[in-house]
């Protein structure tokens, strides 16, 4: 595998886990419109095309390309979703930098 595929990885993994956390512990917690059903859905969605994107990368499937650009679709929603909402800038960076990484992927510089 290569350097790109792994960071991209691992950028996928890092935004699962920041995205379930937050969905299931912090926005619960602080209330208000970080607990509206179509936040709380898109951070969701966002975890689960991350966690499915590394896996198909780490299974070296012939879809993850276009799985990956789906990712980057849904993790620049949730990043736009997050920063909207505010103290939540960790979530947003992580669907950035997942966002840019599988954006690579899927145009096929990595694979």
């Known amino acids: ?7 991209c990885i691992q950028a996928c993994l890092d ?6 956390q937050m969905a299931a512990v912090h926005c ?4 208000g419109k970080h607990v509206e059903p179509d936040h709380l859905r898109l951070m969701l969605d966002c975890a689960e ?5 590394a896996a198909l990368m780490i299974n070296q499937s012939p879809f993850h390309q276009q799985l990956c650009g789906v990712c980057a679709q849904i993790c620049r929603a949730c990043a736009e979703s997050c920063r909207a909402l505010g103290d ?3 979530c947003a960076q992580a669907c ?3 966002a840019e990484s599988c954006e690579r992927m899927a ?3 990595a694979s």
């Open 15 to 20: 935004c699962y886990r920041s995205c379930q």
């Open 28 to 31: 619960p917690e602080v209330g």
């Open 107 to 109: 145009a096929g510089s």
């Open 1 to 7: 595998m290569s350097n790109e595929l792994n960071t």
């Open 49 to 53: 095309i991350c966690r499915a994107s």
């Open 88 to 90: 939540m800038d960790e």
């Open 96 to 98: 950035e930098r997942c």
